[in-house]
């Protein structure tokens, strides 16, 4: 591959210059972090404490931007966009290292320097290094204590600061937990940190306990199928390689196996995926319909996520269907459906790194209309007798319990059925839904209701 200038350049140092190169993807092309700094990483050879560096530098300042942001803006004396996008990489990664790593400042300082330089010479450099040493003169609890909303004022707004989400996120989440301040922040903080890596072992080649055993991870609390890997690449796992085991949070398992432990007399095995890419739930779902004697059917609108889906199914009884949910043409009658709709991602944020800064409060207006067309057209899929599990990877409140309300309102043939059984974690509230929570469950905030026709 053809190696850019700056990587030539001896004083540059190779981590660094891909985690800045992946913000850079980030900031200009909407690039997601967590796909291209592995592929970075693979082109350039950096492998082991660098990729390790790598990935913390990167995926830590894409997580902390705003917070980032305020500070760079402060000690700048001038607001970030009016910064050249170029040196505003550098400095948030100069900034990540200073306040959120143990990276000594003359380090974090001389190779922000360093990384600049090599591409836009010696005036931004001499920018880059008066931003940061003055940084430098705090640390992030001081920082935070000058530039976030007074607690007095604005709690929810001082906290969002804090722990680095957009404010209106910050709401949301409150929204979800019931208004307690120490849930929020529990919530918040949970949520700003690098999660762990889940396994699933896929049902019928290999048990958690080996997948413990051969990965040196530990099995999962709550997922029969869970292994929570202690370090390193999941890619470089025998297992994961051949296909015995795969990455998937705790939670989303969790709900891929609650649509599939769900009480159904004279169950027919017609089970039905119907929002499917990539396959994750599904690949789990069909697994233990191979077992169980079922077949899945799975939709998706995507050509390109339907191939991810055949992908991972492999040989599982899975018939893939490219087209919109709301009028695949299926003939209804399907025993067991999972919906796991199109929503904003807010359950996992920590997963992708960017997506609290991209994602805006008009996103979920729309998703939310999808959401309700959805369910109503399971809902007449599914046959009586049988059940529907939703689903979405968000707490918001208004895709989760608005969406099933809304449209129980318009089905009094449904009804919604105590989802808590169907997961069999601690601390999952009243019922009949499910909302898990990173702080509480150390899943992604999944949410799911059942619902009997
Ligand atoms: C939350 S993701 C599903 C994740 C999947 N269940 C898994 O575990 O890998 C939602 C999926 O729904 C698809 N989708 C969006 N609108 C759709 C529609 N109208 N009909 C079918 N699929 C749709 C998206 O392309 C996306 O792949």
Not at 198 to 212: K, N
Request: aromatic share 4%.
């Amino acid at each position: 591959m053809k190696r850019s200038p700056m990587i030539r350049d001896k004083s540059v140092d190779p981590a660094r210059a891909a985690a800045r190169d992946t913000l850079r993807a980030v900031r200009e092309r909407d690039a997601y972090a967590n796909l291209i700094l592995p592929k970075i990483l693979r082109e350039r050879g950096i492998t082991g404490r660098d990729a390790a560096l790598a990935t913390e530098l990167a995926y830590g300042s894409a997580r902390a931007q705003g917070l980032l942001d305020a500070v760079i803006a402060s000690a700048a004396d001038r607001p970030v966009d009016e910064i050249d996008g170029r040196v505003l990489d550098v400095l948030r990664l100069g900034v990540y290292q200073l306040l959120r790593t143990r990276i000594g400042a003359h380090a974090a300082v001389s190779t922000s320097v360093d990384l600049i330089r090599s591409e836009a010479g010696m005036g931004p450099a001499g920018f880059v290094n008066a931003v940061l040493r003055k940084v430098s003169q705090r640390d992030e609890d001081l920082w935070i204590d000058d530039l976030a909303p007074s607690i007095a004022d604005d709690l929810i707004g001082n906290l969002a600061f804090r722990y680095a989400h957009p404010r209106w996120i910050a709401q949301v989440f409150d929204d979800a937990l019931g208004g307690s301040a120490g849930r929020l922040q529990a919530a918040l903080a949970a949520d700003d940190e690098r999660p762990p890596v889940h396994l699933v072992a896929r049902p019928g080649l290999i048990t958690a306990e080996e997948l413990a055993l051969v990965s040196d991870g530990e099995v999962g609390r709550y997922s029969p199928y869970c292994v929570y890997l202690a370090g390193g690449d999941p890619g470089d796992l025998e297992a994961v390689r051949d296909g015995y085991a795969g990455v998937q949070d705790e939670g989303s398992q969790l709900v891929g196996r609650a649509m599939t432990v769900a009480e159904v007399t004279d169950d027919a095995g017609r089970w039905l995926d119907m929002c499917a890419g990539p396959g994750g739930k599904a690949a789990l779902v069909a697994a233990i319909a191979d077992i169980d004697g079922a077949r899945l059917d799975a939709v998706e609108v995507s050509e390109h996520r339907a191939e991810l889906i055949r992908k991972v199914v492999g040989d599982l009884p899975v018939d893939v269907y490219v087209a919109d949910a709301r009028s695949s043409g299926l003939t209804p009658g399907y025993d067991r459906i999972l919906l796991d709709a199109p929503c904003s991602g807010l359950g996992s944020l920590r997963r992708r790194p960017e997506a609290r800064w991209r994602r805006t409060p008009d996103d979920v207006d729309e998703l939310v209309v999808l959401q309700r067309e959805l369910l109503a057209e399971a809902l007449r899929l599914v046959r009586p007798g049988g059940v529907v599990v939703y689903s979405t990877c968000s707490p918001h409140p208004a895709e989760t319990t608005g969406v099933v309300a809304d449209v129980l309102a318009a089905h009094p043939e449904v009804e919604q059925i105590d989802a808590r059984p169907l997961v069999s974690a601690d601390s999952m509230g009243d019922g009949p839904h499910v909302q898990l929570w990173p702080h509480i469950h150390g899943t992604d905030a999944m949410f799911l209701a059942a619902l009997r026709r």
